[in-house]
């Protein structure tokens, strides 16, 4: 059974940078698997950020593109979000999940409010 | 980027009814379609993946049909667990998008 869990600070400043990482357990993250990252504004719908694949290869949502970094760490089995130049409106639940033509796996999600 | 627009907004239905959501692409999309499950708090579910193929686990009251644009979820007799709020999400485009979801709330 693939387990996924966020991690990362749940407060960031306006203009700084969010950084969250996603362990995965139960499953390589070297598989044939895309590994992705969605993010749901308090009481809002869901937002695909983008996703990666184990040899690097990346796509994002194309509003999101000039801000967003996802990177594969593949000795620690995790993939990791840097979304900067942050505002009120990246305030979310930010989700990890495993992903390729549907979202099968999901991490239970992390609040990040960006406040001063 | 593909837009999928989901119809109606919300809906209130009773245990047992027959209720129907329509998601519409932008564009043709093939069967790259997939719909999920939201309760208040937790992380989406998967429910149909393909259009039509039901994930493992998910009970047989929920199907899905449809191809090219214009996609709906049934769920063929409404039980209490299933008031929640569904998504439908596309797989064409190597940019993902999601429907702005469709609540089911007791009547």
């Known amino acids: 059974q693939v387990q996924l869990q966020e991690s990362g600070p749940g407060l960031v400043k306006p203009s700084g940078t969010l950084s969250l990482t996603c362990a995965v357990s139960?499953?390589?993250?070297?598989?044939?698997?895309?590994w992705s990252w969605v993010r749901q504004p308090p009481g809002k719908g869901l937002e695909w950020i983008g996703e990666?694949?184990?040899?690097?290869?990346?796509n994002y949502n194309p509003s999101l593109k000039s801000r967003v970094t996802i990177s594969v760490d593949k000795s620690n089995n995790q993939f990791s979000l840097k979304l900067n130049s942050v505002t009120a409106a990246d305030t979310a639940v930010y989700y990890c999940?495993?992903?390729?033509?549907?979202?099968?796996?999901w991490g239970q999600g992390t609040l990040v409010t960006v406040s001063s | 980027d593909i837009q999928m627009t989901q119809s109606p907004s919300s809906l209130s239905a009773s245990v047992g009814d027959r209720v129907t959501i329509t998601c519409r692409a932008s564009?043709?999309?093939?069967?790259?379609l997939n719909w999920y499950q939201q309760k208040p708090g937790k992380a989406p579910k998967l429910l149909i993946y393909?259009?039509?193929s039901l994930q493992s686990g998910v009970p047989s009251r929920f199907s899905g049909s449809g191809s090219g644009t214009d996609f709906t979820l049934t769920i063929s007799s409404l039980q209490p667990e299933d008031f929640a709020t569904y998504y439908c999400?596309?797989?064409?485009?190597?940019?993902?998008?999601f429907g702005q979801g469709t609540k089911v709330e007791i009547k």
């Open positions: 139960g499953g390589s993250i070297s598989s044939t698997n895309w």
């Open positions: 990666i694949y184990h040899s690097g290869s990346t």
């Open positions: 999940a495993r992903a390729g033509s549907y979202i099968d796996y």
């Open positions: 564009q043709s999309i093939s069967n790259y």
């Open positions: 999400q596309q797989s064409f485009s190597t940019s993902r998008t």
């Open positions: 393909a259009a039509s």
